[in-house]
């Protein structure tokens, strides 16, 4: 474990960095295309009146050097709220160094203090790295659930109601 490191909650002045952060783990997934968050989105849906997920930086020596964004679900099987983990990014030059791992337990300690039943997040079926790094946590996938989304035009055009005729 780093010991040269700290755990700290973002605040609203983080918003400019959260939003940097979000842009480099876009990068490194090859989906900077998708990026549509501007710094007044994440500021409303961060710290608006009704918070939507929470932000952690791991900091070294005064440096950013990764950051970590969840929020509750809920598990209807277990009736108690999990922990969604969105993104977890540790800059490229920062990797190695534990400072992921220590986030992580970061994380799964405040699922345990907050009675959650479980710690779930996506990753990219490519990104090996990552794959090896859950898996050395002891992490399983579960590959019998397939993630589906609908986003954009489809969610929009979803939403009206249905023809009758």
């Not at 999990?82 to 993104?87: C, K, N, R, V």
């Not at 990014?89 to 190695?96: K, Q």
Request: proline share 4%; aromatic share 12%; hydrophobic share 40%.
């Amino acid at each position: 474990m780093p010991v040269d490191s700290r755990i700290v909650f973002a605040t609203e002045a983080d918003v400019p960095a959260i939003l940097a952060f979000i842009r480099g783990i876009a990068e490194y997934e090859k989906l900077s295309h998708e990026v549509v968050a501007t710094e007044e989105i994440l500021r409303e849906s961060l710290f608006g009146p009704r918070r939507n997920a929470e932000v952690l930086f791991i900091e070294s020596d005064g440096e950013r050097v990764g950051y970590a964004v969840f929020f509750h679900s809920f598990s209807t099987f277990l009736g108690v709220p999990g922990i969604y983990l969105e993104d977890l990014y540790i800059r490229p030059e920062h990797r190695g160094r534990g400072y992921g791992r220590k986030l992580f337990s970061f994380i799964a300690a405040l699922a345990v203090e907050r009675g959650c039943g479980r710690l779930e997040w996506s990753v990219l079926n490519w990104n090996t790295p990552a794959l090896e790094f859950y898996r050395s946590l002891g992490a399983v996938s579960q590959s019998e659930w397939t993630m589906q989304r609908l986003s954009g035009e489809a969610l929009r055009r979803f939403q009206k109601p249905a023809s009758r005729t």
